[in-house]
């Protein structure tokens, strides 16, 4: 509870912040802040969004989180002046045309006043072109079953020769428009898209031949059209079809013949690649067994393609420099005639050298050295051709053995609310403030229990009427379980199940079972039995159903520190918090609790004796009712059970009594204003009647009353 002055424990920090994104981009759709999940959604255009989560970082008792407005610019030519960026930044402001920039203005952290990183997801494929898209059908690729747009390595490359902004600034006049349509149409079939960034660090030779790398293609100037055309290595042909040279077609000679084994060629390849959607890196393995189990040893290579955006296509790449790498491959230095001229960098052909054994072999070209004007030999360095994209990997994608946990906020389905106590609040607020109370003052608590392994504790926010919520301080989920049997008001050993971070419990603490408050006397961890001392604080002792839960709440507790009056009603609601942030209010269930001023109530008496027995089956004659003084003011913070003697009584307290018929409460006998221990109720009626005792002090009744049934019957003459 606290004191009722407020307490500076910390700032929250407003910042504007003003972000370049890159280039123009299609669209925004995510925003993490400290490597969390601020908003996801999707924004195409110029637009204000509300980022809310102000729990990102733990709230105002961890380090705060993300709360404001953030304006899209996406970088229009006819983009206008941002006014509130223009207001924070001052001066002559430029309208940031041609970029894509955001303006944040809001929270961004508390208690810490160092903000974190922000970053971006975005996806780029259609905007910011040099005039109008190329072949806008095939440019974006959906990949992950959408949640992926990936874009058109062939597109990629056309980009980086057309693009007069930042790429080679070539005419499009000096593409050759077929041939990149053909590869184009052939990567959209495969699915085959690439996510990549260039931020000019490298040069755009390097990043268009990384691009190739990925795709398995080549860009070339064509000797017969002067045009640059795209070709993809793949397994694509017949082999009937593709030219042949031999001695008596073409073939001069075989000038180098590699036939050696491939010796510690690799046989395992490992894929690198990085997912778009958690930005993270991650890896593909394939391995060649039968290479492995020749060689005797794993011989493994590691390939970096970080614009390979799924697992799926890690695997088929994979699979094709596996095959490129782990196979004795053959390598020729071949002379051919003028009839060579129309083999393309990377194109199949066909040899044949009886002399040397070569019956028939594909091969794919690479160096190519057209001679000179005295000697028209076209030299060409060819391989043997294995390359070819598969549909399918080898090994289809494995599911990860672990799987990660659950940090998702989930709303606690066991709670409750109670009211607090004058022991609570004894506890927890200092004599100087205990005092400040008075009999209207009421404060309320809740109890519950964890939803799932990884909750952390909850978020407590309350409300009168049609207020709005108010946050207020954060409480631990509290230890628990239930009764496996019904117990009777003099039982002090009861067996639990289902329990919940029962090795939490201390002895000497307090337990609520139902209404009433319990002491625990000793645990048993291993067979699950409680000994607890009854009818303590407040309270008296109860009968119990099996299945009852009992809350071991003794620090455990969330309380709301607010001070409220006797009378109101209180709504509730309890947001659980996790590693991944606070659950979302709209998902927090609301609980009603209509407050007594529970604190101010005097004790109930303890001990009580009826006919010098506890709690008999019958009674012959005057019913006469014995009991023990209770002070909540002496008692303080003790956990005074019901079979303790006197303590007190507090001031003022007197106590009342009366009898009353167990089939319809009408009341037989009846005593008050008792300031003693002692009362006699006198009846003539014969049959089941039930006791009830109570404190008042100052016109306050006791929160609970002594209430036990018995037969009465008289006297024998």
């Known amino acids: 509870m606290g004191s009722k002055k407020a307490v500076k424990v910390g700032y929250r920090y407003f910042f504007g912040i003003h972000m370049g994104v890159g280039k123009a981009i299609d669209e925004l759709v995510e ?25 990102l970082f733990g709230g105002d008792n961890g380090e705060g989180g993300i709360q404001g407005t953030l304006d899209v610019m996406m970088g229009a030519p006819d983009q206008p002046l941002n006014g509130r960026l ?5 001066g002559l402001v430029p309208a940031f045309r041609g970029v894509c920039t955001l303006f944040y203005d809001g929270l961004v952290t508390s208690m810490n006043p160092y903000p974190k990183a922000w970053t971006f997801r975005v996806r780029r494929a259609l905007k910011g072109w040099d005039g109008a898209v190329w072949y806008p059908e095939r440019c974006v690729i959906d990949m992950a079953s959408g949640a992926i747009k990936a874009m058109n390595p062939a597109h990629i490359i056309y980009e980086c020769l057309t693009n007069r902004d930042w790429g080679g600034g070539m005419d499009r006049s000096r593409i050759d428009d077929a041939s990149f349509r053909a590869a184009a149409t052939a990567l959209h079939a495969e699915g085959f898209g690439l996510c990549l960034r260039w931020v000019r660090q490298d040069s755009l030779s390097a990043f268009v031949s990384h691009v190739l790398d990925h795709i398995g293609g080549n860009l070339f100037v064509s000797r017969r059209t002067g045009l640059f055309e795209l070709t993809l290595v793949r397994d694509d042909y017949d082999p009937e079809l593709l030219p042949l040279f031999d001695e008596d077609s073409g073939l001069l000679s075989i000038m180098e013949d590699d036939n050696a084994a491939t010796a510690g060629a690799a046989n395992e390849v490992i894929i690198k690649w990085r997912s778009p959607i958690d930005n993270t890196n991650r890896q593909k393995r394939e391995r060649n067994l039968a290479a492995i189990q020749g060689a005797g040893q794993i011989l493994s290579t590691t390939i970096e393609y970080p614009g390979i955006p799924t697992d799926e296509l890690a695997g088929r790449v994979a699979v094709r420099d596996l095959r490129a790498r782990s196979v004795g491959l053959k390598r020729f230095k071949v002379q051919l005639d003028r009839r060579g001229r129309d083999i393309k960098p990377g194109g199949a052909f066909r040899i044949r050298s009886l002399s040397r054994g070569i019956e028939m072999m594909v091969v794919r070209a690479g160096r190519f050295e057209d001679g000179t004007l005295g000697s028209g030999a076209i030299t060409v ?6 390359f070819g994209l598969p549909a399918t990997s080898m090994t289809p994608p494995q599911p990860p053995g672990w799987v990660p946990p659950n940090t998702t906020p989930a709303a606690a389905t066991v709670r409750r609310l109670t009211e607090v106590t004058w022991r609570d609040l004894v506890q927890t607020v200092d004599p100087a403030n205990v005092a400040l109370f008075d009999q209207t003052s009421a404060f309320i608590a809740a109890l519950a229990l964890k939803p799932t392994p990884l909750s952390l504790g909850f978020g407590i926010e309350s409300r009168v009427g049609s207020a709005a919520f108010a946050s207020a301080e954060s409480g631990d989920f509290c230890p628990s379980g239930l009764l496996v049997g019904a117990i009777g008001r003099a039982e002090t050993s009861i067996q639990l199940t289902s329990v919940e971070s029962i090795d939490l419990v201390e002895v000497g603490t307090a337990a609520l ?16 039995v409680v000994t607890i001392a009854r009818g303590c604080v407040d309270t008296v002792p109860a009968a119990h159903t099996a299945g009852a839960r009992v809350w071991f709440f003794d620090d455990y507790a969330g309380a709301d520190p607010t001070e409220y009056s006797a009378g109101v009603s209180v709504q509730m609601r309890l947001r659980t918090i996790t590693s991944s942030g606070m659950l979302a209010p709209e998902l927090a269930p609301i609980d009603t609790l209509s407050l007594v001023g529970r604190q101010a109530l005097p004790y109930p008496p303890g001990r009580l004796l009826i006919g010098g027995a506890s709690y008999p089956a019958s009674v012959v004659g005057d019913v006469v009712a014995s009991w023990a003084h209770r002070d909540r003011i002496v008692q303080a913070d003790q956990l005074i059970d019901t079979t303790t003697g006197d303590i007190g009584p507090e001031p003022g307290t007197t106590y009342s009594c009366r009898l009353l018929r167990a089939d319809n409460s009408s009341v037989l006998a009846s005593q008050t204003g008792i300031s003693g221990t002692t009362a006699t109720l006198t009846t003539t009626y014969v049959g089941q009647v039930i006791l009830e005792v109570w404190s008042v002090r100052g016109g306050l009744n006791s929160w609970q009353r002594h209430r036990v049934q018995f037969s009465r019957t008289n006297p024998v003459p």
């Open 31 to 55: 925003i993490k802040v400290g490597e969390k999940r601020a908003w996801s959604g999707s924004v195409t255009s110029n637009q204000t969004i509300n980022i809310n989560a102000p729990e």
């Open 86 to 90: 223009a207001a924070m930044l001052g």
């Open 381 to 386: 360095t060819a391989v043997q051709d294995v």
């Open 513 to 528: 079972i139902d209404d009433e408050i319990v002491r625990v006397v000793a645990v048993d961890l291993g067979t699950l």
